[in-house]
């Protein structure tokens, strides 16, 4: 064949090599416009994403810092040449031209005042004039800031936009106190735990090593030593969350002391999974459900009787239990105390159950099994996964 009839062939080949190129390349770059949606939806994404990153900020306050990093995200929501998000009580971060800044606090200061939006136009600032557009944040009816935005000429489209941002704003503001206030219930709630700990059991282990002093003076000291573990570990001042092993570290010595007191007639077996003994647990939640199954189990039992304690790993969730073979409880009794009801009357099974709803949701709160004169058996389950929660730890003991 003539050089050039295979010259003019070789042409072909990469001419149709690259024609079919082209078409696979137009037709990703169709998929992949495909892929990103139309500008509907882009639009759409966006705009969530900007929301999503100022509520970050949000849920704090309206104060600096985080007042300063949620603003940059609700300029670029309301597109606006400069935006203030105002602090009645006098912090004002602006995003855009900070020459803003007094006549923000002062537009605010005047929404806030009315309760309603304002567009105030032709305000000096630095060295031009400007329109503004002002709505106030409330929480509820209570002002609590205003979002202002300012464009050289403000629209009725950026005025209900700074409207619905600034009711925007308030929810976050809103979430995050009500965060807050849970955080100070469960508080609380340990408060209530460590208060019904202290009068009872206190006096009883006093008096329980006070009874060793003369006869067993190493053994009143061994009780000196778990009474100051325990009480150290349950007066605690940080850390809202602990380990399985902590607890029950706590329970033993909890144990050692009821033990001094009734002696052969309380028995404890434990039956614990070790792959469960890292799991986060909220604070002071077992050990309650222990010193209920003592109190109001096996005290009140003619010659006493045994606790069972275990902890078991059910793949993403551990169970722990406390089952005590005492008095039981009347099911309608149980029924008012978890509900809220029966102030005094086992309390620390109370709220156990109200802290862990709280943390974990409802499903994961206690289930008690019980009845007169057969015993009680309290459950409870925790997600094996917990990142992020803030356990406080407590030095050792030297003996």
Same mark, same amino acid.
């Given at each position: ?16 090599? @690259? ?42 306050? *309206? ?21 203030? *998000?105002?602090? @009645?009580?006098?912090? =004002?971060?602006?995003? +855009? ?42 929480? +509820? ?43 100070? *219930?469960?508080?609380?709630? =340990? ?37 100051? /573990? ?21 329970? /033993? ?71 005590? /073979? ?15 009801? %029966? ?7 109370? %709220? ?48």
């Amino acid at each position: 064949m003539p050089e050039s009839m295979l010259l003019a062939a070789a042409v072909g080949v990469v001419a149709g090599a @690259l024609a079919v190129g082209v078409v696979v390349l137009l037709r990703r770059l169709v998929l992949a416009n495909r892929d990103l949606g139309t500008d509907e939806e882009r639009a759409t994404y966006r705009t969530l994403h900007l929301a999503s990153r100022a509520a970050a900020h949000l849920r704090g306050g *309206l104060e600096e810092p985080e007042a300063a990093r949620a603003v940059k995200h609700l300029r670029a929501l309301l597109g606006a040449r400069s935006v203030a *998000l105002v602090d @009645l009580s006098g912090g =004002v971060a602006v995003d +855009g031209d900070d020459s803003v800044r007094s006549a923000a606090a002062a537009i605010a200061a005047e929404v806030a005042q009315s309760g309603r939006p304002q567009v105030r136009r032709g305000l000096a600032t630095g060295d031009h004039e400007t329109d503004a557009a002002a709505a106030p944040v409330l929480v +509820g009816k209570r002002p609590v800031g205003a979002v202002v935005a300012f464009e050289p000429t403000v629209r009725a489209g950026l005025v209900r936009a700074t409207g619905e941002v600034a009711d925007w704003v308030a929810a976050q503001v809103e979430l995050g106190e009500l965060d807050a206030s849970r955080a100070a *219930l469960a508080e609380a709630e =340990v408060r209530a735990l460590r208060a019904q700990i202290s009068p009872h059991f206190i006096y009883n282990s006093l008096n329980a090593i006070a009874s060793f002093i003369n006869t067993d003076p190493a053994q009143a000291r061994e009780l000196v030593l778990e009474f100051a /573990d325990f009480t150290r570990y349950s007066f605690r001042r940080h850390g809202d969350f602990t380990t399985v092993a902590e607890e029950l570290r706590s329970i /033993d010595s909890y144990l050692r002391l009821e033990r001094a007191r009734f002696g052969d007639r309380l028995k404890v077996t434990l039956q614990i999974a070790p792959e469960v003994l890292s799991t986060v647990v909220p604070f002071l939640s077992i050990q309650p459900l222990v010193e209920n199954a003592v109190r109001h189990g096996l005290e009140g039992k003619e010659g006493g009787g045994r606790i069972t304690i275990t902890a078991q790993d059910l793949g993403a969730l551990a169970e722990l239990s406390v089952e005590d /073979d005492g008095v039981g409880i009347d099911p309608e009794v149980l029924g008012r105390v978890l509900a809220g009801g %029966n102030p005094g009357e086992h309390v620390g099974l109370r %709220n156990v159950d109200a802290r862990l709803r709280q943390v974990y949701g409802d499903e994961f709160g206690l289930v008690v099994e019980t009845n007169v004169g057969a015993g009680t058996l309290v459950r409870m389950r925790v997600p094996k996964s917990q990142p992020g929660r803030d356990l406080g730890r407590e030095e050792g003991r030297d003996r």
